[in-house]
């Protein structure tokens, strides 16, 4: 194996053996807290110019299966574990991670003691990090790091670049879903649901969505701050009233801003597939899976017509928010989440619910698109 350094912002060097792709990767450095789901990880859009530390320390054992992708592209910056293992014992698996990455264009090192560094991330906030040649000077890399400015458009990287479909028998309703780095378990879980699914581009305009006449507008996660994007946030004050609305993470946050709320960026954020939430309707906790470096501030939603619905138990963030008469909702976790907790599946079922109430599926049998 190559021998690679992982240089953080704040100066400390870590050398390490390289895995994946070999070139020189300068991100903003997060971590995740998952034992499994590194694929699901590695293929979601949420990770737009990010390197990921993954603090469970042993990542590859099972291998990447064609089936569970979470999107057609990866966009993830690079991957920094503690032990890599490049002989998968999973019988689905169809590739190696570090083969992945290395077409994906994805830079990896192992051999770090990634606890260390999960507590710098903690203890000091998201930075920015290199992965790079051994051989290097530190002093010009660092140079280099702190001069680099990361990308403030990963939305525009990550969404469709065209409308495409996705069917279900049966439809009951037609859900267009605002591409800002959809994870395609999303659309599975409204296939399942009953729905057909038109996804389309972050930046479509409003009177493209109405033509498809949809029984509701689902906004989805993806990178990056929700602010970067006054496209999605103007389809939100559009729609509002005329057709059930839910958003997922970025969506979440969106839909914050749009009823006039703010956002900021928390300083490590949440991403793990066991945080704790309780939903304040029924006082049930949920356990969830998260990905996400900005929230909506909790103290601005007085006087905005949404209401806080559910709350992470470890440090009071807003997890869920709702404005009813409007039939409008925001999650920030990961409902759909393919390889973590599924606590939270009613909440597709209150979806449908909503589009039910506003007028059903009226428009589901005739519109094909």
């Known amino acids: 194996m190559r021998e690679k350094m992982l240089i953080l912002e704040n100066g400390r060097v870590y050398y390490g053996n390289g895995f994946g792709n ?7 450095i ?14 979601d859009p949420s990770y737009c110019g990010q390197i990921v530390v993954m603090s469970y320390p042993l990542i590859g054992n099972y291998g990447l299966t064609d089936e569970d992708y979470e999107s057609k592209n990866i966009a993830i910056a690079g991957f920094v574990v503690r032990e890599y293992n490049d002989s998968p014992s999973n019988f689905r698996y169809t590739q190696t991670l570090g083969e992945v990455m290395e077409e994906n ?5 192992s051999g770090l003691d ?5 507590r710098i991330i903690r203890d000091n906030g998201a930075m920015k990090a290199m992965i790079t040649d051994a051989n290097r000077n530190v002093d010009e890399c660092l140079k280099e790091l702190k001069e680099a400015k990361l990308d403030t458009q990963q939305v525009k990287s990550v969404t469709s670049k065209k409308i495409w479909y996705a069917r279900t028998r049966n439809p009951k309703y037609t859900v267009v879903a605002v591409d800002c780095g959809i994870k395609l378990n999303i659309v599975r879980k409204f296939n399942v649901h009953g729905c057909n699914v038109v996804i389309v581009p972050y930046d479509t305009p409003k009177e493209i969505i ?3 006449k949809p029984n509701g507008l689902f906004l989805s996660n993806g990178p990056g701050n929700p602010e970067d994007v006054p496209e999605v946030i103007e389809l939100v004050r559009y729609f509002r009233g005329q057709i059930p609305i839910l958003g997922i993470c970025l969506g979440h946050q969106i839909i914050g801003l749009a009823y006039g709320a703010k956002t900021y960026k928390m300083l490590f954020g949440h991403r793990g597939s066991n945080h704790p939430v309780k939903n304040l309707d029924t006082d049930k906790i949920e356990i969830t899976s998260q990905n996400h470096s900005y929230t909506v501030d909790v103290n ?6 949404l209401r806080l619905t559910h709350v ?3 440090d009071g963030e807003a997890e869920g928010i709702e404005d009813s008469k409007n039939r409008v909702m925001g999650i920030q976790y990961h ?6 907790p599924e606590d939270s599946e009613y909440l597709y079922v209150k979806f449908a619910e909503l589009m039910e109430s506003a007028g059903g599926n009226r428009n589901a049998q005739t519109n094909r698109y």
């Open 22 to 28: 070999s070139d020189t990767r300068i991100a903003e």
């Open 30 to 43: 997060v971590f995740n807290t998952s034992m499994v789901g590194y694929q699901e990880i590695l293929s």
């Open 105 to 109: 264009q994805v830079a990896g090192i």
């Open 114 to 118: 990634t606890r260390e560094i999960v």
């Open 210 to 212: 109405a033509n498809f």
């Open 300 to 305: 601005s939603l007085n006087g905005t017509g």
């Open 312 to 314: 992470n138990i470890l």
């Open 335 to 340: 409902p759909e989440s393919a390889a973590g």
